[in-house]
């Protein structure tokens, strides 16, 4: 068997070939990696941008709450604020309510005979609340001679609803004050019992138990109130 020596030019040619072989691996192989090295890139840069935007969101998020809180402390704060001012001049307008029919309490005592109707009912119902045989009854000096005619009035009326007589006598040796509106103040059980029915204790009386109603005829029903008496 013989072997034939290959020529430069075959040597050449062969050498180029596996040169050429080599290159071409080469190349495949470097593409190789760079598509491997694009995909693992890609796939931390996905990682990371899916972190940052978690983070972002969750700041944002976090950021979007407290904005929020803050808002509804700011708006809690205003509303309460807005309340108070509004109650403040509710109240300023109900107190200037009794101020004014506190200065017109003393206009009660000009008409005589309205006036002595009315001390007739202040004793009537004083006598009811004592309930006894035997009451004194204080009232202005100028009111002396109307509450001679408004007794034996309202001890007619006492006996028909309670049964029994009442004798009641105005006690003129402890008057009410000259500056006072009126009304009377009625005295039982040898003293020890007291009815204020003047015409300052009667608004005193109206102003704590009448308000609410009163509030109600000035403002309105509260739209918030969901229980009543």
């Known amino acids: 068997m013989s072997s034939t020596a290959l020529t430069d030019d075959q040597v050449d040619v062969e050498l180029k070939k596996l040169v050429q072989f080599i290159k071409q691996e080469a190349l495949e192989k470097a593409r190789e990696i760079q598509i491997k090295a694009d995909e693992e890139f890609a796939i931390e840069k ?3 941008v899916r972190s940052e935007t978690s983070t972002i969101d969750t700041v944002y998020e976090r950021r979007t709450k407290q904005a929020s809180l ?8 205003i ?12 109240q300023d307008v109900l107190d ?22 009315l001390l007739k009912d202040l004793i009537l119902e004083g006598a009811f609340i004592l309930y006894e045989k035997t009451i004194s009854v204080s009232a202005r ?15 007619e009326e006492f006996q028909k609803e309670a049964g029994f007589a009442v004798t009641i006598t105005c006690n003129p040796d402890s008057p009410l004050p000259a500056q006072s509106a009126g009304g009377v103040i009625l005295v039982g059980s040898a003293g020890r019992i007291v009815v204020n029915n003047t ?7 109206l102003n704590e138990e009448a308000l609410p109603a009163i509030r109600v005829a000035i403002f309105g029903e509260n739209p918030s109130r969901k229980f009543y008496d």
């Open 46 to 48: 996905a990682k990371l």
């Open 141 to 155: 000096e100028a009111d002396f001679e109307l509450i001679s005619k408004a007794i034996p009035l309202a001890q």
């Open 70 to 77: 803050a808002q509804q402390i700011t708006k809690s704060n």
């Open 96 to 117: 200037a309510v009794f101020e004014e029919a506190a200065g017109k309490l003393a206009d009660i005592s000009k008409d005589s005979d309205k006036y002595c109707f």
């Open 199 to 205: 015409l300052e204790e009667r608004l005193k009386l």
């Open 79 to 90: 509303t309460n604020k807005t309340r108070l001012r509004v109650l403040a001049s509710r």
